[in-house]
């Protein structure tokens, strides 16, 4: 079991608001309780309609193999009881009693069981410590996510330079915050732990869209934290390309940067545009 702080961060990356009730304000009118009606026991079938429904029922199928009965050398031992004692009677030698004849031939015996064997040890994956980042989700004209770093927080001077390149390229400059995921939400050992962090940030992506009734077909990552390239790798299945901008803050102070970001401002536009002419 886990608890409330866990569960609502799950239901809240999944797009579920949860509400609980535990607490009764003063003077607050008592909450209406539902009444349920308990179902009836099922009436118990009389003797008679029981054993109707056995003699309905199909039969299980007899096995035809059958053990083979061994016959043994022994004359006076293949004879069945009657002739034994008819010889008796009669004053015949039990070596003038002709054995009997089984009138039934032997089976074949079935096929042998298997032998058991060893079970053979099941090498299992080794386990590592999960990823631990922060990042902030916020939207961009309600089409693109802009993913931010959480350990490293945009300064204004960075929030400045951040919207002038957008706005540049054409792209909206301002962006609403709606969320931010603190990975991982439950801190234990994972076989594959960039593929967990992975599929944490779609789920969480996709809660956030369908809470907000988003359709999203594109998303920047801002920065080179430990999160950012996997959005970025051949394996995202997501539905949203993903386009990798340099922290403003390091753009600051660095006009090489700047210089090496525009190739990257270009693709990012033509994708924009071509999003929106899909749209209309």
């Known amino acids: 079991m886990i608890g409330d702080p866990q569960r609502l961060q799950y239901l809240e ?42 003699l309905e029922s199909p039969s ?8 083979v009965v061994d016959v043994p050398s022994d004359p006076v031992e293949a004879s069945t009881p009657p002739a034994r004692a008819r010889a008796l009677l009669e004053g015949v030698s039990s070596a003038n009693i002709a054995p009997s004849v089984p009138t039934s031939r032997p089976v074949s015996p079935s096929t042998p069981a298997p032998v058991d064997r060893a079970e053979e040890p099941v090498e ?6 999960p990823l631990r980042f922060t990042l902030s989700l916020s939207v961009i004209g309600d089409r693109w996510w802009l993913m931010l770093p959480g350990g490293r927080p945009l300064s204004e001077a960075g929030q400045t330079l951040l919207g002038q390149m957008l706005k540049s390229i054409g792209v909206p400059a301002n962006w609403s915050a709606l969320s931010s995921l603190s ?35 594109g998303a920047i990552v801002v920065g080179d934290d430990s999160w950012a390239p996997l959005l970025s790798e051949a394996e995202d299945n997501a539905d949203w390309a993903c386009h990798s901008l340099p922290h403003p803050d390091d753009l600051l102070a660095s006009a090489d940067a700047k210089r090496e970001c525009w190739t990257r401002l270009q693709s990012l536009a033509h994708a924009w545009q071509q999003g929106a002419s899909q749209q209309e």
């Open 183 to 217: 990975w991982p939400l439950m801190s234990l050992p994972a076989s594959d732990p960039s593929a967990e962090a992975r599929e944490g940030i779609q789920v969480f992506c996709a809660g956030q869209a369908q809470r907000h009734g988003l359709t999203i077909d």
């Open 124 to 129: 299992r994956p080794a386990l590592a410590d």
């Open 13 to 54: 990356a999944m797009g579920i608001a949860a509400w609980t009730s535990r607490y009764r304000f003063v003077n607050a009118r008592p909450t209406e309780q539902g009444e349920w009606e308990v179902a009836a026991a099922p009436a118990k079938p009389a003797p008679g309609q029981r054993l109707q429904a056995l």
């Open 60 to 67: 299980a199928p007899v096995e035809r193999h059958q053990p």
